[in-house]
């Protein structure tokens, strides 16, 4: 069972407060319009067959026009020819014909009527259609676009955490150049003071050398 029971809950369907109360708004505007162009469909059918009925009926309104203008003609010539009596007989067939002639008449301006209804109705369907399948459309938009707004998001977190990583490990390396600098200065100071204690004993070691000569030379 559809959602629409009757071609005028179509017509005065309110889309925008379907779909604000549907769960899921894009498979309720799918039905929505398959439902329409199913009703569509109906409504075109009807009004083919009632095209197909009225050319029917004017062919033979067509057809009683011509026999009354026939027995009209018969008629007359039987009152010329001194028949009265087949005179009489044309002109009830002519009266016979003008009953049916009217009845058809009457018949064909109902089908007008209802092919002008049905006109009417089916572009008021096809309105109502073409503003579904723009609600549609606004549908999609929307989604593509949350889609596309929340990638690029996806993408901004991803760039400031890769770009947080890399302000990290450029801050590491400083520190890592800072503390090799750091080890660099304590290496250099710390050849110099053996440099010097080496100085020291080198000079100790000669001054102890030279004492020795001077004892050596004055005893000697």
């Known amino acids: 069972m559809g959602m629409f029971s009757r071609f005028t809950d179509i017509i005065n369907a309110n ?16 039905l929505i319009i398959q439902e329409m162009e199913e009703t569509l469909v109906e409504v075109r059918s009807t009004a083919a067959k009632h095209i197909a009925d009225k050319k029917t009926l004017v062919r033979e309104v067509r057809s009683l026009e011509t026999s009354i203008a026939h027995w009209q003609t018969k008629a007359e010539l039987a009152l010329t020819k001194g028949r009265e009596d087949l005179a009489k007989s044309a002109l009830v067939e002519k009266h016979k014909n003008q009953e049916k002639l009217s009845s058809l008449q009457e018949e064909l301006s109902h089908v007008d009527e209802f092919l002008t209804a049905v006109q009417e109705d089916s572009q008021r369907l096809q309105a109502k259609l073409s503003e579904a399948k723009r609600k549609q459309e ?25 770009e947080a990583i890399s302000k990290f490990e450029r801050y590491q390396q400083k520190i890592d150049k800072v503390e090799a600098e750091i080890e660099a200065f304590d290496m250099m100071h710390n050849n110099d003071l053996d440099s010097q204690f080496r100085d020291l004993e080198v000079d100790d070691n000669i001054e102890q050398e030279l004492e020795q000569m001077k004892k050596k030379v004055v005893n000697g």
């Not at 407060?17 to 799918?30: C, G, H, V």
């Open 15 to 30: 889309i925008n407060n379907m779909l604000d109360k549907a769960e899921n708004p894009e498979k309720m505007i799918r």
């Open 138 to 162: 606004a549908c999609a938009l929307r989604k593509q676009s949350a889609q596309v707004r929340l990638k690029v998001r996806e993408t901004a977190a991803i760039y400031n955490i890769d």
